[in-house]
């Protein structure tokens, strides 16, 4: 069932981007510079972390200028005036695009996590069956992970008609609002999830291990502009060579440690937790993270199936593969640089 306040937040989130679909000039720049927005220092970047440290943009000639943003619908407005070249999410390419009737380009051009990497965690609480008539904690209406919630809980047998969706921002301030009352549960992104486990919290699962290898969601899209990458197809196609020299790196057993190294001086967390955050993403038995990059169909349509769910979605079948393009991916991991 289609929910008014979910249309609402949608119209609200993307109305700046419709006014500026057809961006603005670019000042002249180095050839080899790729800018592009990153989260709040989280494991979702890990992999822009190890090409950053371990040189792999300088081997492939290519300069990353980054972009803090506190929201992907922030990510999205970026991407939309030309002030940044690469964006992320998926679902944000999706409803900015039918929002847009496609005046916005965009185009997802690799799929980093075809998993998200999210802990449920609860207060008072020790299983799903109990999450029935409580209140759950999400970022936003229109967020993604709010998205992966309303997806975890149906595939968990919660039907999430029965619980009440409470907007409380990141996941820290997910956590802050389930520590005094606000809210019973919520998902948390490691290593918050820990720092809540030594808080009180129980935990209920880690998603990819609780929805198992048959689920994909595309949650950090590698998104951009058709027309830009059609333009930079050099420059786009080297920087995903770069990362996916990342991803193969991270999932080396031997590179373990200094991984973890990288996490912590990335995101200012304790050596344990960065170690345990690692143990988590990559000693799980359900990876979060592609072994290379480029696009996974099944993670799009688990992001157009999630989409759907919400409500979030118009009638009538949507083709997921009319919102990626493989062809820049397959190329960074053919072309042998």
């Given at each position: 069932?289609?929910?008014?306040?979910l249309s609402?937040a949608l119209?609200?989130a993307?109305?700046?981007?419709?006014?500026?679909?057809c961006?603005?000039?670019?000042p002249?720049r180095?050839?080899?510079?790729?800018?592009m927005t990153?989260?709040?220092p989280?494991?979702?970047d890990f992999?822009?972390?190890v090409?950053?440290a371990?040189?792999?943009y300088?081997?492939?000639?290519?300069?990353?200028?980054?972009?803090q943003t506190?929201?992907a619908?922030q990510s999205?407005?970026?991407?939309?005036?030309?002030?940044?070249?690469?964006g992320?999410g998926?679902?944000n390419?999706?409803?900015?695009?039918?929002?847009?009737?496609?005046?916005?380009?965009?185009?997802?051009?690799?799929?980093?996590?075809?998993?998200?990497?999210f802990?449920?965690?609860?207060?008072?609480?020790s299983?799903?069956?109990?999450?029935?008539?409580?209140?759950?904690?999400?970022?936003?209406?229109?967020?993604?992970?709010?998205v992966?919630?309303?997806?975890?809980?149906?595939?968990?047998g919660v039907?999430?008609?029965?619980?009440?969706?409470v907007?409380?921002?990141?996941t820290?301030?997910?956590?802050a609002?389930m520590n005094?009352?606000?809210?019973?549960?919520?998902?948390l992104?490691?290593?918050?999830?820990?720092?809540?486990?030594?808080?009180?919290?129980?935990r209920?699962?880690?998603?990819?291990?609780?929805?198992?290898?048959?689920?994909?969601?595309?949650?950090?899209?590698v998104?951009?502009?058709?027309?830009w990458?059609r333009?930079?197809?050099?420059?786009?196609?080297?920087?995903?060579?770069?990362?996916?020299?990342?991803?193969?790196?991270?999932h080396?057993?031997?590179n373990?440690?200094?991984?973890t190294?990288?996490l912590?001086?990335?995101?200012?967390i304790?050596?344990?937790r960065?170690?345990?955050?690692?143990?988590?993403?990559?000693?799980s038995?359900?990876p979060?993270?592609a072994?290379?990059?480029?696009?996974?169909?099944?993670?799009g349509?688990g992001?157009?199936?999630?989409?759907?769910?919400?409500?979030?979605?118009?009638?009538?079948p949507?083709?997921?593969r009319?919102?990626?393009?493989?062809?820049?991916?397959a190329?960074?991991?053919?072309?042998?640089?």
């Amino acid at each position: 069932m289609r929910r008014p306040w979910l249309s609402l937040a949608l119209t609200a989130a993307l109305g700046t981007v419709s006014l500026t679909a057809c961006g603005s000039a670019h000042p002249a720049r180095p050839a080899n510079l790729v800018t592009m927005t990153v989260a709040a220092p989280s494991v979702t970047d890990f992999d822009d972390y190890v090409a950053k440290a371990k040189g792999f943009y300088a081997k492939h000639g290519v300069t990353v200028r980054r972009t803090q943003t506190g929201t992907a619908t922030q990510s999205v407005q970026l991407l939309a005036t030309g002030e940044v070249d690469v964006g992320r999410g998926l679902a944000n390419t999706v409803l900015a695009r039918l929002r847009t009737g496609g005046a916005l380009d965009f185009v997802d051009v690799a799929d980093t996590t075809v998993r998200p990497p999210f802990v449920m965690s609860a207060k008072g609480i020790s299983g799903f069956a109990a999450l029935a008539g409580t209140a759950v904690g999400i970022p936003s209406p229109t967020d993604q992970a709010t998205v992966v919630t309303y997806q975890l809980l149906q595939r968990m047998g919660v039907d999430p008609a029965t619980v009440e969706m409470v907007p409380t921002g990141g996941t820290g301030n997910r956590l802050a609002a389930m520590n005094v009352g606000g809210t019973s549960s919520t998902m948390l992104l490691p290593p918050v999830n820990f720092t809540a486990e030594q808080q009180g919290t129980h935990r209920l699962g880690y998603l990819p291990e609780l929805l198992g290898p048959g689920y994909q969601f595309s949650f950090t899209g590698v998104v951009v502009r058709a027309s830009w990458a059609r333009d930079h197809r050099d420059e786009l196609v080297r920087y995903l060579a770069a990362r996916d020299d990342a991803l193969r790196w991270l999932h080396e057993p031997a590179n373990a440690e200094e991984a973890t190294k990288i996490l912590a001086a990335e995101t200012k967390i304790p050596p344990q937790r960065a170690k345990q955050t690692y143990e988590l993403l990559f000693r799980s038995k359900v990876p979060a993270f592609a072994d290379r990059i480029g696009i996974s169909l099944p993670a799009g349509e688990g992001v157009v199936d999630g989409l759907r769910l919400v409500g979030l979605l118009p009638g009538g079948p949507v083709d997921v593969r009319e919102f990626v393009d493989d062809s820049y991916a397959a190329e960074a991991r053919g072309s042998g640089r």
